[in-house]
């Protein structure tokens, strides 16, 4: 399974709902950077992703957008095989 990393905040629900549906498709380990912890951070998930808002999910190397965005992916049969 791909490494998945994901930028958030403690008290988006967004993130939540990210982190529950990577979890029901079998992801066991998700690296989350806490960008309300260090504002160093959001500048980093900015310049990477282009975007502002939380959570920003990366699977691999493949930046995958937000909540709305992995939702799509699985709705569209894509998640799991992005996740193998």
């Known amino acids: ?17 990210a982190e529950a549906l990577l979890k029901q498709r079998g992801v066991s380990e998700i690296e989350k950077v806490r ?7 959001r500048a980093t998930m900015m310049e ?9 999910i990366y699977i691999g190397e493949t930046h995958v957008g937000g909540y709305d965005d992995l ?4 709705r569209a ?8």
């Open 35 to 41: 960008i309300d912890l260090d504002p160093a951070q």
């Open 77 to 84: 049969d894509k998640l799991v095989p992005m996740l193998a």
């Open 1 to 17: 399974m791909k490494k998945v990393l994901m930028y958030s905040t403690a008290v988006c629900p967004y993130c939540i709902r």
């Open 71 to 74: 939702a799509a992916l699985d």
């Open 48 to 56: 990477r992703t282009g975007r502002r808002t939380v959570p920003q």
